[in-house]
């Protein structure tokens, strides 16, 4: 009986063992299967990410918005377009035309 009662508390032993170490395996692949969908994310991020402008950009795109606020969207189309002449693929790009069609609406309202 007493012999009986060890296998069984061996055989349990080494079952724990083997779950254990099955059980780290996975848990240790779905960490680096994370690690790379984090580090694949991260490359996608910075690919997507908008150079830098320089600061001709955005001196251009300040000076545009505040003719904008300052009730001038004569001026401010002309900056705007200036900026979207010489950068048109730059940083500010995308606001600057968005900001274009505003102040065109804006003048043609007036």
Known sequence: ?????WLLLMAAGAGLAYWWRGWRRRHAE???AAAARMASFM???????????DPAQK???DAAAKAGEASEPALAIQLYARLIAR?????????ARAALELQKNKLTKS
């Open 43 to 53: 490359a996608q991020a910075r690919a997507a990410a908008p150079p830098p402008a």
């Open 30 to 32: 779905r960490e680096q």
């Open 1 to 5: 009986m007493k012999l009986l009662f």
């Open 59 to 61: 001196l251009l795109f």
């Open 87 to 95: 950068f048109p693929d730059g940083g500010f790009a995308a606001q």
